[in-house]
């Protein structure tokens, strides 16, 4: 069974802070999905990292993909109390279906 | 920007009954697929279906489950005979696909269903 860890759980911090989220599994993922969720909303796709190594940036967020395709890390710079959400990532598994990990709440103060 | 529509956004009912999630994916994506989120705890995988059959089903889908895709705009889940442990919220998503794995995936608003 692939599963994916999620760390932090839960993060507060100031505004204009830096943070990173980390996302890590023992699996290889043939994709790694970062989304964001709203209370009582679907989640919203932010990025899809495909290649090992990979790095995308999406303005103040920066995505990168393990050389392993193991693990991902989301790192946004300079937070802002609209960055505040439940952040998950996803792994792409066998079959096109996505592993999800427990998500990350973070809230930016001001 | 398309969308994926799910209806109704709440349901409640008792247990024992049936009941049918909607769902309209977009137009141009192949894969469709059931998860579902109860809460506080993670989303998990359902069911995956492309080119008019089940792709993939997890442990949780079983045979009081059932997909459908009627016409060729709807997608549906229904649960035959319901069960407390059934309440959730339940996402239906779809995607095209490259032959690395998901991409572009688009997640609904979700059906949060309550069982009484």
């Known amino acids: 069974t692939q599963l994916l860890e999620q760390s932090p759980q839960f993060l507060s911090i100031q505004e204009g802070e830096n943070l990173t989220v980390y996302c890590n599994s023992s699996?290889?993922?043939?994709?790694l999905q970062w989304y964001r969720q709203e209370p009582g909303e679907g989640p919203v796709l932010l990025v899809t990292?495909?290649?090992?190594?990979e790095v995308k940036k999406l303005k103040r967020l920066t995505f990168q993909f393990g050389d392993a395709r193991k693990d991902s890390s989301l790192h946004i710079t300079a937070a802002q109390p609209g960055d505040t959400g439940l952040y998950l990532c996803?792994?792409?598994?066998?079959?096109?279906?996505?592993?999800f990990g427990a998500g990350t709440i973070l809230r930016v103060k001001s | 920007e398309p969308e994926v529509t799910q209806t109704p956004s709440h349901q409640v009912t008792q247990m024992g009954q049936e009941v049918i999630l909607r769902c309209v994916p977009i137009?141009?994506?192949?894969?469709f697929y059931w998860y579902r989120q109860i809460l506080g705890q993670k989303v998990e995988f359902l069911v995956s279906?492309?080119?008019?059959?089940?792709?993939?089903k997890s442990e949780i889908f079983d045979d009081q489950f059932s997909v459908e895709r009627p016409d060729g705009s709807n997608f549906t889940l229904k649960i035959r005979s319901t069960k407390l442990e059934d309440s959730a919220m339940y996402f239906c998503?779809?995607?095209?696909?490259?032959?690395?794995?998901?991409?572009?995936?688009?997640f609904g608003s979700g059906t949060r269903l309550t069982v009484v």
């Open positions: 279906f492309y080119n008019n059959e089940i792709s993939e």
């Open positions: 137009s141009n994506h192949l894969y």
């Open positions: 998503a779809s995607s095209h696909a490259i032959n690395t794995g998901p991409y572009g995936y688009t």
């Open positions: 990292v495909v290649t090992g190594g």
């Open positions: 996803a792994g792409g598994a066998y079959g096109n279906k996505l592993v």
């Open positions: 699996s290889v993922f043939s994709s």
